[in-house]
């Protein structure tokens, strides 16, 4: 947790981390943009970014264009917000173009199998998803499907809950879900 780094250090940080991939990457030749291209996209975000969680947001974004499952920061880095330590207890998988909860770890959650999410906090799920594709690194749709699946339901633990809007035989549903710490 350092003090948010110099205009200097972000730009360095951003330079070093392009030159591991012009120069060291096996597959660059495999990213769908050129590399420089992305590269002269990033140089604002990095710039701009307001604090270290902005500017680690700005890092995986860039490692998420290389389209490659390996790429991508440490998850302790994201225990802060966006992400945490604190997740619904529930598994959350993509099927047949819904978010479906497919396993419940906690007996008095009040959802059930087969629930479909439409909504986490009010937000719709198919714009939390198309903000937080960005982020995640996956060499394939069904991959970054199961990455979002796991983190579209972890907070900062300072959250005790979360409301799910979800779809039960044709009913919408609201359910304050409680957040349990990630084990």
């Known amino acids: 947790n350092a003090e948010h ?3 200097e250090l972000r730009f360095l940080g951003l330079a070093r981390l392009w030159n591991v991939v012009e120069y060291w ?15 002269r996209d990033a140089i604002p975000g990095f710039l701009e970014a307001e604090d270290d969680v902005a500017y680690r947001l700005e890092l995986q974004g860039l490692l998420a264009k290389l389209d490659d499952g390996h790429a991508s920061l440490s998850k302790s880095l994201f225990r802060e917000a966006p992400f945490g330590e604190c997740k619904a207890p529930v598994t959350v998988r993509h099927l ?3 978010w479906v909860v497919t396993a419940i770890y906690d007996a008095e959650a009040e959802l059930s199998l087969g629930d479909i999410i439409v909504a986490i906090d009010s937000d719709p799920i198919e714009e939390l998803v198309e903000h937080w594709r960005l982020f995640d690194s996956a060499s394939n749709e ?5 990455y979002l699946g796991n983190t579209l339901l972890t907070r900062p633990c300072e959250n005790s809950s979360l409301e799910l809007t979800v779809e039960r035989n044709g009913e919408s549903r609201k359910f304050d ?3 349990e710490p990630l084990s």
């Open 96 to 98: 047949e173009n819904s």
């Open 5 to 7: 780094l110099d205009t």
């Open 142 to 146: 069904t991959a970054l499907n199961y």
């Open 25 to 39: 990457y096996p597959y660059r030749d495999m990213i769908s943009m050129s590399w420089t291209e992305i590269l």
């Open 177 to 179: 879900v409680a957040l």
